[in-house]
């Protein structure tokens, strides 16, 4: 399922190989970008990732909610079907944010992202802790390097930079010399993480 997926993102340039500035800083500069905002423009895609996503909670412990950022919500809101758990997402009215949808004390939640950013989900994981949902892991679409933890919350990925890499090496969509850049990009980030 993976190979599919790889395939669909790369097919519907939501992963893209070049040079890139940085969402954080036009000064700095990464071998790839993610538009995975865009994956609800691409509903086999789209289809595709919720299935995999929710294969993936199925393996794992059974949260008892979702909770997602807002450019995750076409994604979440698939899987949340699929998976037939309740959904909270973050809604972000100007500078106000606030989460929308059913929830109370003690439920326990997985947390549904795009890419991996794990200094962007500080603020949301500890807003969803003083609302009684406790961030029990984090799931997100494309991960890279070593998974790790955020906040002390375990995080999977239902696909890999690598993953996506190979893919494309496979099908000589990239040159072996990028793949390496990126492969190099990965290697440091993982000892200097960054916020994508």
Request: glycine share 6%; proline share 6%; hydrophobic share 45%.
């Amino acid at each position: 399922m993976t190979e599919t997926l790889s395939q669909h993102l790369l097919d519907a340039a939501l992963i893209l190989f070049g040079e890139f500035h940085t969402r954080e800083s036009s000064d700095s500069r990464q071998p790839f970008a993610l538009q995975l905002e865009m994956l609800a423009s691409y509903p086999a895609a789209l289809q595709n990732a919720a299935q995999a996503t929710a294969k993936l909670l199925q393996e794992g412990p059974r949260p008892e909610r979702l909770l997602c950022v807002p450019e995750a919500l076409p994604l979440a809101t698939l899987v949340s079907q699929y998976a037939d758990l309740p959904l909270v997402y973050l809604d972000r009215q100007g500078r106000e944010a606030s989460l929308v949808g059913a929830y109370d004390i003690g439920h326990p939640t997985l947390l549904i992202t795009n890419h991996q950013a794990p200094g962007a989900l500080h603020g949301l994981i500890q807003s969803a802790r003083r609302v009684g949902l406790e961030v029990a892991g984090i799931v997100t679409l494309v991960g890279w390097g070593s998974s790790g933890n955020c906040e002390g919350v375990p995080v999977w990925r239902v696909l890999t930079l690598e993953e996506v890499i190979a893919a494309a090496e496979d099908q000589d969509i990239l040159p072996r010399q990028h793949a390496d850049l990126v492969r190099a990009w990965i290697a440091q980030a993982d000892v200097t993480p960054r916020q994508d």
